[in-house]
């Protein structure tokens, strides 16, 4: 299916995240949060490789490590590539890492090749997507798209280390975050590579894909009131089994899920009040989840959701309320990069899959700076945020010749 290649490039990326992956607060399991000195060492790695393949690399005022190559027209606008470095606790060594090292490979290629780009290519590797220390939200992305939140600042990881004590501890300067903004008008696209977090790629047999969009979600906080009593004396025809009610209602979340294209909606956590064997449950708080590419389709799925519960309350006499707590709209990857992203997978044999991101990414943050766009790389049974995160090297191969077949194409 694709073309034969000694794969140089997937061993020189497999061999640079190996590297990065010995970088852990954790001995025997990868752990790396933002602003770690785990994260410091694997950023002062990250700035050697990027040294070490020519690019004039710094790490910035919120620990982000990025490096740029001049184009043959150094007035021209950059073409960004990246990812994130940090990660959740005991991670696979893929998440992330995968994009950053390969936007370093490229660029090593490139000047391999002998062929200097027109434009500028920066490299980034961010620090905070996995927001698990701090309560941010990809706060060294948005930084860049001139978006950074300066509350974040006070913010405290559980150990009550503010985000400001960390960053002055790792090196960088809470001052410095307004003015890593970057003039929109200076930067033509941004690229990145990351695992799929999925089992669709396996399931088509595919390497790589392209992503369409990044899924919004809706998050909501539910409860559900009925009426505490003896599980041996009140009969099941005069009870008020908050449970019960709440078991139907997830079977109404499951089929909302199910029943629509490219959508899913997950109950993720419930607690049950006062959850004895022997007595009917009182009260039940439960979480939604609920994913789409499409606002509208997800706003209209959550509607849904909230008539059919309320519904099944008023049936079974027991009180329903539902409150979202967070509203982020989906983001459609860049049209102009997925066709340049569609050649270079075509270019390889390989026919090109556009599937939505279930999960967020920094290109979430950074489609406010510039356009965006996303490859997925096939991973093993889907699995991510695991140690058992696995992936080959024949496909980060293809990955790494797609990427920099784009690359061309985009800095022509
Ligand atoms: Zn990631």
Redesign the pocket.
Known sequence: MTNATDLTLGRRVMAMIEELAQHTDEPGRLTRLYLSDAHRRAADATLRLMQEAGLNAHIDALGSVIGRVEGANPEAPALLIG??IDSVVDAGRY??NL?VVLGIVVVEALKQQGIAPACPIEIVAFGD??NVRFPTNLSTSQALAGRFNPAWLDGRDQDGVSFRDALIRFGGDPGGAAALARDPARYRGYLEV??E?GPLLEAKRLPVGIVSAINGITRARASVIGEAGHAGTVPMNMRRDALAAVAEMIGIVERAGSTRTDTVATVGAAQVQPGAINVIPARVDFTLDARSPDDAVRLAMVQDIVTECQAAAQRRNVSFTIEPFMESPATPMDKDLIAWLEEAVRSLGIEPLHLSSG?G??AVAMANLCPSAMLFVRCKDGI?HNPAESITTEDVDVAARVLIDAVKRIAA
Do not use: K, N, P
């Open positions: 990812s994130h998440d992330g994009g997507e996995e990351h695992i977090q999960a990414h920094d991510s």
